[in-house]
């Protein structure tokens, strides 16, 4: 994924095209077809079997509209979304949830529901790309607390992450590594649908590229047995 070569000028959408329709015909292709019982087979024997297909697909919808309008959404839009957007209230209602990073799984279930809801964080998601340029995604800061987890992936982020240097836990990533890292949290839960579907026996549909996340040093890319 190289996009150091992209001049601050230039649209946002020239950095991450993934999100233009890429992201969401391979996720859709992977789950269509699929029986409830497919759709949730879960095991223990693996870390990336704990969650369900369905419950990898919860994930990635949720976690768009937790980054781009939770993290974002308010610095980036101070007037109120672009017409054919939810709502705020909407989006504040989706992120309403017992349960830890997916939907509330009593009102959000349906494959077709979750991928509806897919569709809407990354038309978020495309509505700030069309807003911003290149040097804009790499300026715009947002602080976060780090919880021991990000140190792990400032080694797929190249440029954007920052720690203070007095307090360890505080951190300021940039709109750019938003975008990376969602990117990469895709093509991470997509390779786990893909590996729940081979340890059921079923055929993979599309080809993930082993970037990012997934191919920092140490990631578990386990496969079921044949």
């Known amino acids: 994924m190289q996009t150091e070569n ?14 233009e329709s890429d992201l969401y015909l391979m996720i859709a292709s992977e789950v269509e077809g699929l029986s409830a019982e497919q759709l ?3 095991s223990a024997e693996w870390g990336w079997s704990e969650w369900s297909i369905r419950r990898n697909l919860s ?5 768009d509209i937790r980054w781009f ?16 957007l939810p709502s705020p209230e909407e989006l504040d209602g989706l992120l309403e949830s017992k349960y830890d990073r997916r939907f509330d799984e009593d009102l ?18 495309q509505a700030i790309l069309s807003n911003e340029t290149a040097g804009s ?18 080694a797929a982020h190249p440029t954007g992450l920052r ?27 997509l390779y786990n649908i893909q590996r729940i579907k081979r340890v059921q026996g ?12 997934l191919a920092l040093p140490g990631w578990d890319l386990s496969e079921p047995p044949e």
Do not use: C, N
């Open 202 to 213: 079923l055929t993979t549909k599309v080809k993930i590229p082993i970037e990012g996340y």
């Open 40 to 42: 949730d087979f879960e």
């Open 108 to 125: 959000y279930w349906d494959v077709d529901v979750l991928l509806e809801k897919l569709r809407m964080g990354l038309a978020l998601a």
């Open 137 to 154: 995604l790499r300026t715009k800061e947002s602080e976060r607390r780090d919880d021991g987890q990000w140190p792990w992936f400032y």
């Open 59 to 63: 994930h990635m919808a949720s976690g």
């Open 163 to 189: 720690r203070d240097s007095q307090d360890q836990t505080r951190a300021w990533l940039t709109l750019e590594v938003t975008f990376r890292h969602r990117y990469f949290e895709h093509i991470t839960h």
């Open 69 to 84: 309008w939770q993290r974002w959404g308010r610095q980036l839009f101070p007037d109120g979304l672009p017409s054919g």
């Open 6 to 19: 992209i001049p601050d000028e230039s649209p946002a959408a020239l950095l991450f095209p993934q999100f």
